[in-house]
């Protein structure tokens, strides 16, 4: 079984702050992670996932987060905030039973970036 | 071009009815999936469709659950018997390819939802 704790259900970060978003994970098989964003009233998009290879992944919008097996983890950080980047944030792993993706997600953080 | 979309956006029924919710996935996408969201929750996995025939659904909570996708298209989740707790919002996302190793690897694409509220 595979399951998503995201540390903190709101997070306010102020504007050109360091954002920092913490998920840890637990998979019994090599993960496969992912970050999304969902913006009020739109549909979930995705941020950038690991699969497999270098560590450090980037996203869009200046997003990158780091998989770290060793700590189960797979934080979302941004060096600046904007007051765009405040939305709901979601962290979720999958696994592939059957050559397509069972995606488990997180419960979600929220930012809010204050000017 | 056009995205996932999902009628209706709200939808208010009383308990005990019948309900259906259609996805329109991005055309060409082979790969759908409905999951369900609850309020302070991340989206919940219920089913997934690769063409016409569901080959996960072990995510539906119970037989009042129901969903198809005739022509390997538009999908339709079905909800007999509604009750309060089936409130929340459903979402719908397609991908080109089901696996992380497909064309556009796999990328899930969400529609906004329908949001159901169940009196």
């Known amino acids: 079984a595979q399951s998503v704790t995201q540390l903190g259900s709101h997070v306010s970060v102020s504007e050109g702050a360091l954002v920092l978003l913490r998920c840890n994970y637990s998979?019994?098989?090599?993960?496969?992670l992912f970050w999304y964003v969902q913006y009020p009233n739109q549909g979930l998009q995705l941020l950038l996932k690991?699969?497999?290879?270098?560590?450090l992944v980037k996203g869009i919008n200046g997003f990158e987060a780091e998989f770290k097996k060793s700590e189960t983890s797979f934080h979302l950080t941004k060096p600046s905030a904007h007051m765009s980047d405040a939305a709901e944030y979601f962290c979720a792993v999958s696994d592939q039973p059957g050559g397509y993706q069972k995606v488990t997600f997180g419960t979600g953080t929220k930012l809010q970036v204050i000017p | 071009g056009a995205g996932v979309s999902q009628t209706p956006s709200n939808k208010v029924t009383e308990k005990g009815k019948y309900v259906e919710l259609r996805c329109d996935p991005i055309?060409?996408?082979?790969?759908l999936y409905w999951y369900r969201q609850s309020l302070g929750q991340g989206p919940e996995f219920l089913i997934y469709f690769q063409g016409t025939g569901a080959a996960d659904d072990s995510g539906l909570p119970n037989d009042r659950f129901f969903a198809v996708r005739p022509e390997g298209s538009v999908s339709t989740l079905k909800i007999q018997r509604t009750e309060r707790g089936d409130s929340a919002v459903y979402l719908c996302?397609?991908?080109?390819?089901?696996?992380?190793?497909?064309?556009?690897?796999?990328?899930?694409?969400f529609g906004p939802g329908t949001r159901l509220l169940v009196l």
């Open positions: 998979s019994s098989v090599p993960p496969y």
């Open positions: 055309s060409g996408h082979t790969a």
């Open positions: 996302a397609s991908s080109l390819s089901p696996g992380l190793a497909g064309a556009d690897g796999g990328t899930q694409y």
């Open positions: 690991y699969t497999t290879g270098a560590t």
